[in-house]
């Protein structure tokens, strides 16, 4: 993978989609989606990220999501979506994680298209992807997927998936922020992405207020190198024993250890310690989530994730629910904040 162009391993993900999707009675037609679809095709992909493709079917419901797939040197990420989730312009218009693999009238965003309707559907979409209207309601829906997410917070759960179920809303606040400047909402490297944005915008006050509502903005990098360590070697376990399937199983594997281990010792290595929290708590949690079910007796991991959830300050249900009510007190100000930079933006209509 190393040395790979990007046009190269998307020419990778189109022959995956070839061998292994297109002659499915239910094919309907393929795409580039987060980073590859963004990407400019002439960079280097990075040897810590994949290539996420989305497979359209024509079932009302999609199948479960196939995750990573090392094809040809390249990790390709496999997502199914049905027709009925892309139906018309306006519903990927406002989609905050749809919208931008349309944003643009390129075909080489598209993968396999035998009816033309993905075509259709991006000339449409990338005609009005920058329209302060649509530009909006991504954001909102952005917001609504915070909102949803903290309320799925449950103390009864193990403490691992209650974690999970503040992280992932807590760190969607920067996609509300990215969406807002017209850029990828992605998922890895969500804080270097959006540090990026507000440092163009002025407002690194607002960065920081963002990863106090993660909890890491005081952590040195000494101390996240070794909550690193420690998620390395659940990590290295899971992958070990994982049999039982979830949504996130393919992220638990050597072929994804480059993605999940080495992008964040990446991120370390040029600075961005903070920055790496994200996906190492994440990945941690889904390594004990594997851990539970697959290995029960392996126990020796949760003092670590209690160390690291500690750090964050959501190191008990309690001051889990403490830190979600953060997370949604600081909404109106996120709302302000988008709006500042959709104003501002002149690519914005």
Not at 310 to 337: I, N
């Amino acid at each position: 993978m190393r040395g790979t162009r990007v046009r190269e391993a998307r020419a990778a993900a189109a022959r995956w989609v070839a061998a292994e999707a297109a002659s499915a009675a239910n094919f309907a037609g393929a795409f580039l989606t987060g980073s590859a679809a963004w990407a400019d095709p002439g960079a280097v992909l990075p040897s810590t990220s994949d290539v996420d493709v989305t497979v359209v079917v024509t079932d009302p419901v999609a199948p479960p999501k196939l995750g990573k797939i090392a094809f040809e040197g390249v990790l390709v990420e496999v997502t199914y979506l049905s027709w009925n989730q892309i139906a018309s312009a306006p519903d990927v218009l406002a989609s905050c994680h749809l919208a931008g693999a349309f944003r643009a009238d390129d075909p080489a965003t598209l993968i396999a298209d035998p009816t033309g309707r993905l075509a259709r559907l991006r000339a449409a979409v990338s005609v009005g992807f920058a329209g302060r209207r649509w530009v909006r309601l991504r954001c909102e829906d952005a917001e609504r997927r915070i909102t949803g997410g903290l309320a799925s917070l449950d103390p009864d759960r193990p403490f691992h998936d209650q974690v999970t179920a503040w992280l992932f809303p807590a760190g969607i606040t920067t996609h509300v922020l990215l969406t807002a400047g017209l850029r990828n909402p992605t998922v890895r490297l969500r804080y270097p992405a959006v540090r990026d944005l507000l440092r163009a915008y002025g407002r690194m006050d607002v960065y920081e207020e963002l990863l106090g509502l993660l909890g890491c903005a005081h952590l040195t990098r000494e101390r996240i190198g070794g909550h690193l360590a420690q998620m390395t070697s659940a990590f290295d376990a899971a992958a070990a024993v994982a049999r039982t399937p979830f949504p996130f199983s393919s992220d638990i594997t050597g072929a994804a250890r480059p993605v999940a281990v080495d992008g964040s010792r990446d991120l370390l290595l040029r600075g961005l310690h903070r920055e790496a929290v994200f996906w190492i708590a994440a990945t941690y949690a889904r390594c004990l989530k594997i851990l539970a079910v697959d290995a029960p007796g392996e126990t020796g991991h949760a003092a670590g994730f209690a160390d690291l959830a500690a750090d964050l300050g959501a190191g008990s249900p309690d001051a889990l629910r403490h830190r979600a009510r953060e997370v949604t007190a600081y909404l109106p100000r996120l709302r302000a904040v988008a709006e500042e930079i959709i104003v501002a933006n002149p690519a914005i209509r």
